[in-house]
Nanobody, 124 residues
Framework: QVQLVESGGGLVQAGGSLRLSCAAS????????MGWFRQAPGKEREFVAA????????FYVDSVKGRFTISRDSAKSTMYLQMNSLKPEDTAVYYC?????????????????WGQGTQVTVSS
């Protein structure tokens, strides 16, 4: 069983930066893809970014392109999301997700494993 644990959320002023981490705890961890999603109050869970584990291909929602960077450290079974130039509209609970099956990257329903979420609040 894979457990995902996010960390790194917090309160930051607009224009600031945060780095989220998602650590996987499993004896062997070799997903096909990992991703970050976010959910603001009253809104649906939204795709943010994803990375293919073996080849590190990356995918982003348009609203974060040029500001967020997704990466992974295979040796540490950890995924990261570097968030720069944060805006108040980035405020949400951020979740990491993983799946070991081939497929798309933006649909949350395709991900088998989820973390508990970490709050990111950007003040104006």
């Amino acid at each position: 069983q894979v457990q995902l644990v996010e960390s790194g959320g917090g309160l930051v002023q607009a224009g600031g930066s945060l780095r989220l981490s998602c650590a996987a705890s499993a004896r062997t961890f070799s997903p096909y893809i990992m991703g970050w999603f976010r959910q603001a109050p009253g809104k649906e869970r939204e795709f943010v970014a994803a990375i293919s584990w073996n080849f590190a291909n990356t995918f982003y929602v348009d609203s974060v392109k040029g500001r967020f960077t997704i990466s992974r450290d295979s040796a540490k079974s950890t995924m990261y999301l570097q968030m720069n130039s944060l805006k108040p509209e980035d405020t949400a609970v951020y979740y990491c997700a993983a799946d070991d099956r081939a497929g798309g990257w933006a649909n949350p329903n395709r991900y088998k494993y989820w973390g508990q979420g970490t709050q990111v609040t950007v003040s104006s």
